[in-house]
């Protein structure tokens, strides 16, 4: 078993930026692919970004694309997503997700993750 801790959450201003962190219980680096999902009012859980075991695949929905950044400390056993150029669009809860295995496909389905996060509020409000 892995528990995963989301911390990072806040209220920012449009434009603004956050960084999510993600720690695992224990070693992760080694052999598990990590996602970050999100989940907005009213809405279906979606995915966001993913990170293969080694970081060398990385993977993100359009929405994200070019203003988030999925990377990762082995040493620390801790997966971020630095957050850039918000909108209000982005404002929901974000999950962080692992996958036992080394995989270099994209993940992008919640039931691709057998070990989940609490989850931790982002707004972006003015």
């Known amino acids: 078993q892995v528990q995963l801790a989301e911390s990072g959450g806040g209220l920012v201003q449009p434009g603004g930026s956050l960084r999510l962190s993600c720690v695992a219980s224990?070693?992760?680096?080694?052999?598990?692919?990590m996602g970050w999902f999100r989940q907005a009012p009213g809405k279906e859980r979606e995915f966001v970004a993913s990170?293969?075991?080694?970081?060398?695949?990385?993977y993100y929905s359009d929405s994200v694309k070019g203003r988030f950044t999925i990377s990762g400390d082995n040493a620390k056993n801790t997966v971020y997503l630095q957050m850039n150029s918000l909108k209000s669009e982005d404002t929901a809860v974000y999950y962080c997700?692992?996958?036992?295995?080394?995989?270099?496909?994209?993940?992008?389905?919640?039931?691709?993750?057998?070990?989940w996060g609490q989850g931790t509020q982002v707004t972006v409000s003015s």
């Open positions: 997700a692992g996958k036992a295995g080394r995989f270099i496909g994209r993940l992008s389905g919640e039931s691709d993750y057998d070990y």
């Open positions: 224990r070693r992760t680096a080694s052999s598990y692919h």
């Open positions: 990170r293969s075991w080694n970081g060398g695949f990385k």
